[in-house]
């Protein structure tokens, strides 16, 4: 499935399932702008890491996704420095555990701007672009809180949701556009965040390390499995082929059998 001469743009890329779809798409031949905080000279390695393995161009952007003009300058700047921007993937995201009652209104806001609103506006920037070469992709990463909620995760699961019709009503819009919209949901997926998270739940909950991952983790995923960021970016990949090119509007899920039950 090849991306040469295709130009990509992934948020919240410089670790994680973000990073693992902007090597994907470099490692099939598209040029990338990767997005997303952290260690600056970490976030270079990486950068200059997919230029040398994959003979590709990459660039890398600061772009604040809770700010919409800077959302905005970062696709404009995108475009403008390869010419095109042909694939957009919505995926920054943060999150943060409270029951509703106690819920921080600055962590709510913080989340809905940056899980959802950030789509809306990357998506509004790149459409004209798009409609312009009659091609384009735009992925979002939803997760399974996009179809079941859990509790003290009130803002994510309205975010993720929210993807969900942000998707379908874009789909619907560019249906004869040659632009496909669609969003992919994943279930828990294996990363250093998650990984980082095991020590202080065993410690917390007076549990191994297995029995963490198995009853506490991974209790609401049949299969016992974490679902690979590697197997996250492959599905992204196929929604940018052409064999993908009549699926639009859709939510693809890939969580183990989690919304299954």
């Given at each position: 499935?090849s991306l040469?001469?295709r130009?990509a743009?992934?948020t919240?890329?410089?670790?994680?399932?973000g990073?693992?779809?902007?090597?994907t798409?470099?490692?099939?031949?598209a040029?990338?702008?990767?997005?997303?905080?952290?260690d600056?000279?970490?976030i270079?390695?990486?950068?200059?890491?997919?230029?040398k393995?994959?003979g590709?161009?990459?660039?890398?952007?600061?772009?604040?996704?809770?700010?919409?003009?800077a959302?905005?300058?970062m696709?404009?700047?995108?475009?403008e420095?390869?010419?095109?921007?042909?694939?957009?993937?919505?995926?920054?995201?943060?999150?943060?555990v409270?029951?509703i009652?106690?819920f921080?209104?600055?962590?709510w806001?913080?989340?809905i701007?940056?899980?959802?609103?950030a789509?809306?506006?990357?998506?509004?920037?790149?459409?004209?672009?798009?409609?312009?070469?009659?091609?384009?992709?735009?992925?979002?990463?939803?997760?399974?809180?996009s179809?079941?909620?859990?509790?003290?995760?009130?803002a994510y699961?309205?975010?993720?949701?929210?993807?969900?019709g942000?998707?379908q009503?874009?789909?619907?819009?560019?249906?004869?556009?040659?632009?496909?919209?669609?969003?992919?949901?994943?279930?828990?997926?294996?990363?250093?965040?998650?990984?980082?998270?095991?020590?202080?739940?065993?410690?917390?909950?007076?549990?191994?390390?297995?029995?963490?991952i198995?009853?506490?983790i991974?209790a609401?995923?049949p299969?016992?499995?974490?679902?690979?960021?590697?197997?996250?970016?492959?599905?992204?990949?196929?929604?940018?082929?052409?064999?993908?090119?009549?699926?639009?509007?859709?939510?693809?899920?890939?969580?183990?059998g989690?919304?299954?039950a």
């Amino acid at each position: 499935m090849s991306l040469k001469s295709r130009n990509a743009l992934v948020t919240g890329s410089t670790s994680g399932i973000g990073l693992a779809i902007a090597r994907t798409f470099a490692r099939e031949g598209a040029n990338v702008t990767i997005n997303g905080f952290g260690d600056a000279a970490a976030i270079e390695t990486e950068r200059a890491a997919i230029e040398k393995e994959f003979g590709v161009k990459a660039f890398y952007s600061d772009a604040d996704m809770t700010k919409p003009e800077a959302i905005r300058a970062m696709v404009k700047e995108a475009k403008e420095r390869l010419g095109s921007l042909d694939i957009l993937v919505n995926n920054a995201g943060i999150q943060h555990v409270s029951p509703i009652e106690d819920f921080p209104l600055e962590k709510w806001d913080q989340i809905i701007a940056i899980n959802l609103s950030a789509a809306f506006h990357g998506i509004a920037a790149a459409i004209p672009g798009m409609k312009a070469r009659h091609w384009g992709r735009i992925i979002s990463t939803a997760s399974a809180h996009s179809l079941v909620a859990s509790p003290f995760k009130s803002a994510y699961v309205s975010a993720k949701h929210g993807i969900v019709g942000l998707t379908q009503t874009a789909a619907l819009e560019l249906a004869t556009s040659g632009i496909t919209v669609n969003c992919i949901s994943p279930g828990y997926v294996w990363t250093p965040l998650v990984e980082k998270q095991i020590p202080d739940t065993m410690k917390a909950r007076n549990l191994s390390r297995d029995e963490v991952i198995n009853n506490v983790i991974l209790a609401a995923q049949p299969t016992k499995q974490f679902v690979t960021a590697d197997q996250v970016a492959s599905l992204a990949l196929y929604l940018c082929s052409d064999a993908a090119a009549q699926i639009t509007g859709s939510n693809l899920v890939i969580d183990g059998g989690w919304t299954a039950a």
